[in-house]
């Protein structure tokens, strides 16, 4: 029976993906569940399975197109009874370090087979020097000299239908492959390669690189911009000592290892305190969704790590009264996904709200992007020791302390400055509160 396949959903925030590299070709057999094409998104790479068994009879999207979550990717000629539902782990084949896939959305009975397309170590200066969120520069992409060129077949329809010459293109698919937007980049120019987006932008002198960036990084690049001109963005920032938490940490690291088999860093303290503060001030925890506002039950936050590829933002789910050991398992085995791109689908979806250690590479005061459609994130800041004024029955005294600024970014829509500051309060008061006392499990 003819069937679609569509890109499914992985998540709220996730709109679209490229499509990176097809596993499969028209006229293969494929079985159920068979990794069937490799996509990309901003949060996380993966393979898509497979929704039956049968025949490859189409690929829609091409190559470095970039899809939106829904639409139609490839067609196929099925033999079995089709299921939406997602395939059971121990029936999906992990041939991907990108990720696991979800079937929760991936294909449509049709009548009729003509269907078109449609649309580092730690430290004690902060919370944990391996977790930022930098990105990593991306490098350039293009065509092999000396190397045929192929075409798919839309492409190749496409430049005919309007008189484009495709040798004259420079792809900005992946490895240089030219997509059906350069074709039509091509057109709008004028026809001419040479003036396609993929040319080298007007104003740049000749000793001076150029670097086509990876799908990844536009990605990264279009979020940004979606949260900047869709969110109005307000910031706020106070100081607080944390000498009580670095005495802690460093009487406790080395037992904290031995007993629980990770190391303790900051992040996992800071965390619990943070999602208790989330807990008490509910707008910090919530989205602009339709002119309303969501505040959301679960407390799911997302931690900020700078992997090969570009930010990727894993989260940590119900952080809310999950105890220091269990919080710190769960960031060493979400932040080395990170890092190794094995990250699955569940490692970000569900983000509520973002925490991110700029502090890392020595940043003492700054303003994150809102990870949109949430309605705050909070950067924790390089800890400094310096003279502080302190005042003990009546009398004040210059000693020295450790000091971190923590800065909130925030959605004026849902959050106003007296919210934001009682949000902040509650995290510095849960961070002093931390001295060689305190029994944190």
């Known amino acids: 029976m003819p069937f679609n396949i569509e890109l499914p959903h992985v998540g709220e925030s996730v709109t679209e993906a490229v499509i990176g590299k097809w596993l499969k070709s028209p006229g293969d057999k494929i079985e159920k569940y068979d990794p069937l094409v490799e996509v990309i998104t901003d949060k996380v790479n993966m393979d898509v399975p497979s929704p039956a068994s049968g025949t490859l009879t189409k690929i829609i999207a091409e190559e470095g197109d970039t899809v ?123 026809g001419s390669g040479a003036e396609s987006a993929s040319s080298t932008p007007s104003g740049v002198a000749a000793e001076d690189q150029v670097i086509d960036p990876s799908p990844i990084r536009k990605m990264i690049a279009n979020h940004m911009v979606k949260s900047m001109s869709e969110i109005p963005h307000a910031w706020s920032a106070i100081e607080v000592d944390v000498t009580g938490m670095v005495e802690w940490r460093t009487s406790n690291r080395d037992r904290f290892q031995s007993e629980h088999g990770v190391r303790l860093t900051y992040l996992p303290i800071a965390l619990s305190v943070v999602a208790d503060a989330l807990k008490d001030n509910p707008r910090l925890n919530s989205s602009w969704l339709d002119g309303k506002i969501v505040l959301k039950s679960a407390i799911n936050v997302g931690v900020a790590v700078a992997a090969e590829a570009g930010l990727v933002v894993p989260v940590v789910h119900d952080a809310s009264g999950t105890s220091i050991v269990d919080l710190a398992g769960t960031l060493d085995g979400v932040v080395s996904r990170a890092r ?101 499990k």
């Open 68 to 190: 939106q979550m829904g639409a139609v990717i490839a067609e196929m000629d099925a033999t079995d009874a089709v299921n939406n539902s997602a395939p059971p782990t121990d029936q999906v084949p992990d041939i991907s370090s990108t990720g696991s896939p979800s079937a929760s959305r991936i294909g449509t009975m049709v009548q009729g087979a003509n269907v078109g397309p449609t649309g580092g170590e730690f430290t004690d200066t902060s919370l944990n020097a391996a977790d930022t969120a930098v990105p990593a520069a991306s490098g350039t992409t293009g065509s092999t000299p000396g190397k045929k060129r192929g075409f798919s077949p839309v492409v190749t329809r496409l430049a005919t239908q309007h008189g484009i010459d495709l040798n004259t293109l420079v792809g900005t698919g992946l490895g240089g492959r030219v997509t059906k937007n350069d074709v039509l980049n091509a057109v709008e120019s004028g």
């Open 340 to 440: 190794s791109g094995s990250m699955t689908l569940d490692d970000v979806q569900g983000g509520t709200f973002t925490l991110n250690n700029t502090g890392a590479l020595g940043s003492i005061w700054g303003g994150a992007i809102i990870n949109h459609p949430q309605a705050a994130i909070l950067t924790t800041e390089a800890i400094v020791k310096r003279p502080v004024v302190i005042s003990k029955d009546g009398v004040d005294a210059v000693e020295i302390r450790s000091m971190m600024n923590i800065c909130l970014s925030f959605d004026h829509r849902i959050v106003d400055g007296a919210e934001a500051s009682a949000f902040l309060q509650s995290v510095k008061t849960g961070l002093e509160a931390i001295s060689l006392t305190t029994d944190l």
